[in-house]
């Protein structure tokens, strides 16, 4: 994860509406949805802290975290790993003139409410010669002069920028040399919401993952009923904008200061547990390539509790099955033909109990539909 996540999460956190009126930026909201959804949804996740000097200052997230095994820490992951390290800051400086030349990083920052937003950016990515030479500090001998070739070439492409730009353009730097660092590592990367919107429709290696497929499948269902009650009204009267997780525990949540500790309460419940092992085990799986038929699978599973949720929210119709029916008559037998609904069929055959990880799924989706957006739910809160 981003230290620019963790950072934007820790500042919408200690939000105090008694010392400023003004709400969290739309960023450090997400920023702060994402570091719940982690806290539910993985074993464990860290920042890089190369490119500071002090620890993250969020003393609660520390503390609920060494009480709960230890799911968020900080590691070091630049230097130290030769040509590997040196080729990805190479590649990373080439996929930002990439972004610059087709004018998609300059879009990018357009979507912005505001480009005063990117003071929210720790001050590396305003200095372009403090960010070469930190960066340039970070590599091996010997490959020192080919990585300061390639980052001389952003840098004076840069110069003709503005500030703005130029500050956007060394913070997707940064996501490139990370995204590729993970996919060499085979480690899961979150992005802060800013790269992940750059790094769309970005030719590079991506690894395919269950987590994603599930929270997706999972989505639309809330989206297919949004879409419903929006035609109904002729316009938008319901926000797209609902992260499940996230959404899914500040309801459970009277007051701001309680968000750490409910997100742990159901991170340790035995339904999300299930869930987790579940997700991390076809994730696995498919990190390696390796038992096709527990994929498939579990590929199954999701696709008949979603198709089975949209039964019971009537968002689709219920299949009908063709049988024939003979009739005993007097000097002769007829038959007639008839549509029976395939689900009565179904529901007599399913077991009594649902696996564990399919509750928490079928939780999550079905509440989907009946709480508040974050964003919503977080003015709302006491302190």
Same mark, same amino acid.
């Given at each position: 994860?981003?230290?620019?996540?963790?950072?934007?999460?820790?500042?919408?956190?200690?939000?105090? &509406?008694?010392?400023?009126?003004?709400?969290?930026s739309?960023?450090?909201?997400?920023?702060?949805?994402?570091?719940?959804?982690?806290?539910?949804?993985?074993?464990?996740?860290?920042?890089?802290?190369?490119?500071?000097?002090?620890?993250?200052?969020? =003393?609660?997230?520390?503390?609920?975290?060494?009480?709960?095994?230890?799911?968020?820490?900080?590691?070091?992951? !630049?230097?130290?790993?030769?040509?590997?390290?040196?080729?990805?800051?190479?590649?990373?400086?080439?996929?930002?003139?990439?972004?610059?030349?087709?004018?998609?990083?300059?879009?990018?920052?357009?979507?912005?409410?505001?480009?005063?937003? @990117?003071?929210?950016?720790?001050?590396?990515?305003?200095?372009?010669?403090?960010?070469?030479? *930190?960066?340039?500090?970070?590599?091996?001998?010997?490959?020192?002069?080919?990585?300061?070739?390639?980052l001389?070439?952003?840098? /004076?492409?840069l110069?003709?920028?503005?500030?703005?730009?130029?500050?956007?353009? #060394?913070?997707?730097? =940064?996501?490139?040399?990370?995204?590729?660092?993970?996919?060499?590592?085979?480690?899961?990367?979150?992005?802060?919401?800013?790269?992940?919107?750059?790094?769309?429709?970005? &030719?590079?290696?991506?690894r395919?993952?269950?987590?994603?497929?599930?929270? /997706?499948?999972?989505?639309?269902?809330?989206?297919? !009923?949004?879409?419903?009650?929006?035609?109904?009204?002729?316009?938008?009267?319901?926000?797209?904008?609902?992260?499940?997780?996230?959404?899914?525990?500040?309801?459970?949540?009277?007051?701001?200061?309680?968000?750490?500790k409910?997100?742990?309460?159901?991170?340790?419940?035995?339904?999300?547990?299930?869930? =987790?092992?579940?997700?991390?085990?076809?994730?696995?799986?498919?990190?390696?390539?390796?038992?096709?038929?527990?994929?498939?699978?579990?590929?199954?599973?999701?696709?008949?509790?979603?198709?089975?949720?949209? @039964?019971?929210?009537?968002?689709?119709?219920?299949?009908?099955?063709?049988?024939?029916?003979?009739l005993g008559?007097?000097?002769?037998?007829?038959?007639?033909?008839?549509? !029976?609904?395939?689900?009565?069929?179904?529901?007599?055959?399913?077991?009594?109990?649902?696996?564990?990880? #399919?509750?928490f799924?079928?939780? #999550?989706?079905?509440?989907s539909?009946?709480?508040?957006?974050?964003? @919503?739910? *977080?003015?709302?809160?006491? &302190?």
């Open positions: 994860m981003d230290n620019t996540t963790i950072f934007g999460a820790l500042r919408a956190f200690e939000w105090d &509406p008694s010392r400023t009126r003004r709400l969290p739309g960023v450090d909201l997400r920023s702060l949805m994402d570091v719940l959804e982690a806290i539910v949804l993985v074993e464990g996740f860290t920042v890089d802290n190369s490119s500071r000097d002090d620890h993250v200052n969020w =003393r609660d997230l520390y503390q609920i975290s060494r009480a709960n095994g230890d799911f968020f820490g900080e590691t070091s992951l !630049v230097g130290g790993s030769g040509s590997v390290h040196a080729e990805l800051l190479r590649t990373s400086a080439r996929q930002v003139r990439r972004l610059l030349g087709t004018g998609h990083l300059v879009q990018s920052l357009e979507i912005m409410p505001s480009s005063d937003d @990117l003071e929210i950016l720790p001050p590396l990515y305003h200095d372009s010669a403090q960010f070469m030479e *930190f960066t340039l500090a970070g590599v091996d001998d010997g490959f020192e002069r080919a990585v300061a070739r390639e001389r070439a952003l840098v /004076g492409i110069e003709t920028q503005t500030a703005a730009v130029r500050s956007f353009a #060394l913070f997707a730097y =940064r996501g490139f040399y990370y995204q590729g660092l993970a996919c060499a590592a085979c480690a899961p990367y979150m992005p802060h919401a800013w790269r992940s919107m750059l790094f769309s429709n970005q &030719p590079i290696e991506s395919a993952r269950f987590s994603d497929l599930v929270m /997706g499948r999972v989505a639309r269902i809330r989206e297919a !009923v949004r879409g419903q009650i929006n035609d109904e009204f002729g316009g938008s009267a319901i926000s797209a904008d609902f992260p499940l997780i996230a959404s899914y525990v500040i309801s459970q949540c009277a007051t701001r200061g309680a968000l750490l409910t997100a742990v309460e159901v991170r340790r419940s035995a339904k999300a547990t299930a869930f =987790r092992n579940w997700v991390h085990g076809i994730d696995r799986k498919l990190r390696d390539q390796e038992d096709l038929v527990t994929i498939k699978a579990a590929q199954d599973e999701l696709r008949a509790l979603v198709h089975e949720l949209e @039964l019971e929210l009537g968002l689709t119709k219920r299949e009908k099955q063709q049988v024939t029916l003979t008559v007097p000097m002769f037998s007829a038959g007639t033909t008839t549509h !029976v609904p395939r689900w009565r069929t179904r529901r007599r055959l399913r077991m009594p109990g649902r696996r564990p990880h #399919l509750v799924l079928r939780e #999550l989706a079905r509440e539909t009946r709480l508040t957006p974050f964003a @919503l739910a *977080f003015q709302r809160l006491a &302190p």
